[in-house]
């Protein structure tokens, strides 16, 4: 846009010479000089506008998918107004999903010294995330010259997932929790007024279990057994990322296996179902405990903060090699895509709910493989209630 302004106003003045000398125009002299004066004056108000330039960024830090957010650029000039337009060099990075964005804004400026701009913010996927102002360029009034100024600004703000509508009930009962041990409410045997079992005492063994009666007949120490107990623990497993194996899948339904996970969380929380929340974090499955809205906020922190794997099938491949299954008797794993040979792995050594974000088909997928795959889809997902079986 420079070079054009330079060519017409060196046209301009080419203009004037010729009429001056060929044309016998008076007044072409003075005109003349006005033309080459002009730039003169308007590169030494550039440079001295330019010389007390201030910038910053100002707004709310944190917000939800699909909320409208902006923030304020604010231009200030010490020493003179404004020569001319600026234009800014804007980066913004998500730091969840590695993606950086740039765009390149022209700002008309007005009279004063004081300027505010609205910066409104893509909201669209979730993430923690930083808008960096790495430098501006001033033009002068006539746009025939232009001031680089190494100035910089950064605006760190997160986006949250969005909370969806959402109901989850349980398919298997609560397991009932006794001194030491939890049994699971559809298993034989789990009547603890029912002797299930006998053997002799060990040491540790928790003096409730003893019988009594049994023990001053037999002249040593019985204990019963109340069936099998087990750890009863509900894990949301979520794996969001770009590509599952060779398949890939686009950055909204990413950014939807966030919502879906927080939403489930959510709906467990509100039914005081105590919980934790996995994500994959180098080749370790890391779980956060949340039962509470304190230990909820933290957990969603740690999730907007930590950048996503690359294969969302490292995450369940990798639950499965470390042998997690053995901590927690309820999974439910919500992605992008599923692996099936993972899946069907997984569902012979646990109880097994598959959540896929879909763009598309919506409700139970199948249930044949073991365990059941139950679609969302991400047009509807923010618009409807969600009646969830687990």
């Not at 003169?40 to 409208?68: F, K, M, N, P």
């Not at 001053?216 to 069936?227: H, N």
């Not at 949301?236 to 927080?262: M, T």
Request: hydrophobic content about 40%; overall charge neutral.
């Amino acid at each position: 846009m420079m070079k054009k302004y330079r060519i017409m106003y060196l046209l301009a003045v080419l203009s004037v010479l010729l009429c001056g000398l060929w044309g016998g125009a008076r007044l072409a002299p003075a005109l003349l000089a006005v033309l080459i004066a002009l730039p003169v004056l308007s590169g030494i108000r550039l440079y001295l506008s330019a010389g007390g330039l201030s910038l910053s960024l100002e707004g709310e830090h944190s917000c939800c998918c699909g909320q409208r957010m902006e923030i304020k650029l604010k231009i200030e000039y010490k020493f003179w107004p404004a020569a001319g337009n600026v234009k800014i060099d804007v980066t913004e990075e998500n730091h969840v999903f590695g993606t950086k964005k740039k765009e390149v804004y022209l700002l008309k400026l007005g009279r004063g010294r004081h300027h505010e701009f609205d910066i409104v913010l893509d909201t669209a996927v979730c993430g923690g995330r930083v808008i960096r102002i790495s430098g501006l360029e001033c033009s002068g009034l006539l746009g025939l010259f232009s001031v680089h100024k190494p100035l910089g600004a950064d605006f760190a703000y997160t986006v949250y997932p969005y909370e969806a509508r959402m109901y989850v009930s349980l398919n298997r009962h609560r397991e009932r929790e006794q001194p030491g041990d939890i049994y699971d409410g559809k298993k034989s045997g789990t009547d603890v007024s029912e002797v299930f079992g006998l053997r002799e005492y060990r040491e540790g063994d928790p003096l409730q279990g003893i019988h009594w009666k049994l023990s001053g007949k037999m002249q040593q120490l019985i204990v019963r057994e109340f069936g099998r107990p087990v750890n009863y623990h509900t894990l949301l497993l979520l794996s969001p990322a770009f590509q599952y194996g060779s398949k890939r899948v686009p950055e909204a339904v990413a950014s939807a296996v966030f919502d879906l996970g927080i939403s489930l969380s959510r709906a467990l929380l509100n039914q005081n179902i105590a919980h934790f929340v996995g994500y994959l974090s180098g080749s370790e499955i890391c779980c956060l405990p949340v039962d509470s809205s304190h230990s909820y906020d933290n957990m969603l922190l740690h999730l907007m903060n930590h950048p996503v794997q690359r294969d969302g099938d490292k995450t369940l491949l990798a639950f499965i090699s470390q042998q997690m299954h053995r901590q927690y008797t309820k999974v439910v794993y919500v992605a992008g895509e599923v692996n099936e040979v993972a899946a069907q792995n997984l569902s012979v050594l646990a109880d097994l709910t598959v959540i896929e974000a879909t763009k598309g088909a919506s409700g139970y997928l199948a249930g044949d493989r073991g365990y059941a795959v139950i679609g969302i889809s991400i047009e509807n997902m923010r618009s409807i209630e969600h009646m969830i079986s687990i």
